[in-house]
T-cell receptor, first 115, second 118 residues
Framework: QKEVEQNSGPLSVPEGAIASLNCTYSDRGSQSFFWYRQYSGKSPELIMSIYSNGDKEDGRFTAQLNKASQYVSLLIRDSQPSDSATYLCARGGSSGGTSYGKLTFGQGTILTVHP | DTGVSQDPRHKITKRGQNVTFRCDPISEHNRLYWYRQTLGQGPEFLTYFQNEAQLEKSRLLSDRFSAERPKGSFSTLEIQRTEQGDSAMYLC????????????????FGPGTRLLVL
């Protein structure tokens, strides 16, 4: 089982729709989770971090975390063509509830928003 | 520009040559990370520093790879005797120390160095 797994893509949505990106993780001790966006040929750019169960909203983006189900998601409302990119889910390292070091990434989901 | 910077941005080398990459983190960040990313995959952790101390190294970091952060500021990643399998994007990221009670620290990535080994 991969440590961080993202729903297989690519995902294609029409402009203005809601895009839903999902991620599961295997380490129950994980405390911190991150969504990054990566345009082709560029480096990852942070969208959101989430640490607590529930929803966290930032503009058109909402991250959802369910630690019991070991599940993280990202919703993008009113999707725009400029949102077309690869979305990376990552979990922070953890040990006994203490964060350390590295991020472990999923393989990414390619999102295409078509006009 | 106060973001993470990396140099060079692109490097083409022949198999067997040595290459060195540099990363300058965000100035107040005391943690610095190296990752490697190949096409269609997420970044894979290589190693990280807290100040000048190298705290963790991945099994991916073979003995041909070495990283340093001598004064706790910039870092270098050297690959000796490059192989075609080393072709990838090498990403550097930095973060502040997490505060007490903060479960994680956000890492900010540089633009990456794209390595092609012929």
């Amino acid at each position: 089982q991969k440590e961080v797994e993202q729903n297989s893509g690519p995902l294609s949505v029409p402009e203005g729709a809601i895009a839903s990106l999902n991620c599961t993780y295997s380490d129950r001790g994980s405390q911190s989770f991150f969504w990054y966006r990566q345009y082709s040929g560029k480096s990852p750019e942070l969208i959101m971090s989430i640490y607590s169960n529930g929803d966290k909203e930032d503009g058109r983006f909402t991250a959802q975390l369910n630690k019991a189900s070991q599940y993280v998601s990202l919703l993008i409302r009113d999707s725009q063509p400029s949102d077309s990119a690869t979305y990376l889910c990552a979990r922070g390292g953890s040990s006994g509830g203490t964060s350390y070091g590295k991020l472990t990434f999923g393989q990414g989901t390619i999102l295409t928003v078509h006009p | 520009d106060t973001g993470v910077s990396q140099d060079p941005r692109h490097k083409i080398t022949k198999r067997g040559q040595n290459v060195t990459f540099r990363c300058d983190p965000i100035s107040e960040h005391n943690r610095l990370y190296w990752y490697r990313q190949t096409l269609g995959q997420g970044p894979e952790f290589l190693t990280y520093f807290q100040n000048e101390a190298q705290l963790e190294k991945s099994r991916l970091l073979s003995d041909r790879f070495s990283a340093e952060r001598p004064k706790g500021s910039f870092s270098t990643l050297e690959i000796q005797r490059t192989e075609q399998g080393d072709s990838a994007m090498y990403l550097c990221a930095s973060s502040p120390m997490p505060g007490r009670g903060t479960p994680g620290e956000t890492q900010y990535f540089g633009p990456g160095t794209r390595l092609l080994v012929l």
